[in-house]
């Protein structure tokens, strides 16, 4: 039962132009979406976040949009770069049995092509 | 730096071999989880730990048990390793709530 689905495993765009990442959820609980970013043989570092009251947050090059009525939200970067070839997680916190937990999605390879 | 250290990068297991999993955490955090990244199916939730001896089930628990008996160390066994436990498996801490998640740089088991 995956709570939060990214349904594209890879994604590949031109340098310069914009990257969409997306991702769904089903649980109405879930108080904060992340993204995690994740290059080979390093751990995920978190990219950047937003609160389910909030509809959009932007830190630079990265803004994320999300739409609680579809259960949906999307990663944008512009313009896309080299260096953010990698595998993108987005993630879901939900407060249960005592703690905050983050459920992850499948991932999403991000190609940036020169 | 803060840092969530893992002890090995790469381990080779033979089946029914007892494993040890350790991860050392220099935050003073309160919270350590152990995930697993299977392609396809991303990082899953095997255990956490809020606190000195507490654990907790994650969604995917079987076959695993964890330890912590210091606040610094949180250690995932496996009892008895089977090929299907064959995955990267990730070592995270954070100070409560669901920000400031540091990542170990994971260890690749392959059991045989």
């Known amino acids: 039962d995956q709570q939060v689905k990214q349904n594209s495993p890879s994604l590949s765009v031109q340098e310069g132009r914009i990257s969409i990442l997306n991702c769904d959820y089903t649980n109405s609980m879930f108080d904060y979406f992340l993204w995690y970013k994740k290059y080979p043989a390093e751990g995920p570092t978190f990219l950047i976040s937003?609160?389910?009251?909030?509809d959009k947050n932007e830190d630079g090059r990265f803004t994320v949009f999300l739409n609680k009525s579809a259960k949906h939200l999307s990663l944008h970067i512009v313009p896309s770069q080299p260096g953010d070839s990698a595998v993108y997680f987005c993630a879901a916190s939900i407060w249960i049995q005592g703690a905050q937990k983050l459920v992850f999605g499948q991932g999403t390879r991000l190609t940036i092509n020169p | 730096d803060v840092k969530v250290t893992q002890s090995s990068r790469y381990l080779v297991k033979r089946t029914g071999e007892k494993v040890f999993l350790e991860c050392v955490q220099d935050?003073?955090?309160?919270?350590m989880f152990w995930y697993r990244q299977d392609p396809g199916l991303g990082l899953r939730l095997i255990y956490f730990s809020y606190d000195v001896k507490m654990k907790e089930k994650g969604d995917i628990p079987e076959g695993y048990s964890v330890s912590r008996e210091k606040k610094e160390r949180f250690s995932l066994i496996l009892e008895s390793a089977s090929t299907n436990q064959t995955s990267m498996y990730l070592c995270?801490?954070?100070?409560?709530?669901?920000?400031?998640?540091?990542f170990g740089s994971g260890t690749r088991l392959t059991v045989v």
């Open positions: 937003i609160s389910s009251i909030k």
């Open positions: 995270a801490s954070s100070p409560g709530g669901p920000f400031g998640y540091t």
């Open positions: 935050m003073d955090h309160e919270n």
